[in-house]
């Protein structure tokens, strides 16, 4: 029997963002971490893939159908740009803030946003659309962040 499994990227936006990659739940709890999350709300807007002038993926635009409460809790972490009049927002890795010079990638499906017992939220997007470099960088990311 072939494997239906999908890989998604979360990324879990604490005080610092931590990507996990992971098989697509089919559960609404999961641990991430060694923490228990609970599934809030699945296919929650569109989202982009940002990259920079080499093609390397640095970030993700996310544009919520409902900006409660994804937009309010995001507005205080500083590795996240929020444009409250177009109601988007932006999660940079690591040190890269603001510096999407490349193009972005427009993606839906796999999306659901997660919350944490301690009220942390993880955002998770699909990966179909990713290359197979593109999943090498987010397996490093999710070395380098989780």
């Known amino acids: 029997m072939a494997d239906t499994s999908k890989t998604c990227l979360f990324v879990v936006l604490g005080a610092k963002p931590s990507v996990h ?15 228990k999350y609970r599934l809030s709300d699945r296919e ?24 409660d409460p994804l937009i309010d809790y995001a507005d205080a972490l500083g590795y996240i740009y929020v444009d409250p009049a177009r109601v988007y927002l932006e999660i940079y890795l690591r040190e890269y803030r603001r510096a999407a010079d490349g193009p972005a990638e427009q993606a839906f499906g796999d999306d659901a946003l997660w919350r944490s017992s301690q009220g942390t939220y993880a955002l998770q997007v699909g990966t179909a659309e990713l290359s197979d470099g593109d999943m090498d960088m987010m397996r490093q990311a999710a070395q380098a962040t989780g």
Not at 21 to 35: A, M, Q, T
């Open 44 to 67: 929650i807007g569109f989202y982009d893939f940002l990259r920079n002038r080499d093609g390397v993926i640095i970030g993700f635009r996310m544009s919520p159908f409902n900006s």
């Open 21 to 35: 990659l992971l098989e697509e739940p089919s559960v609404d709890e999961l641990d991430i971490s060694d923490k």
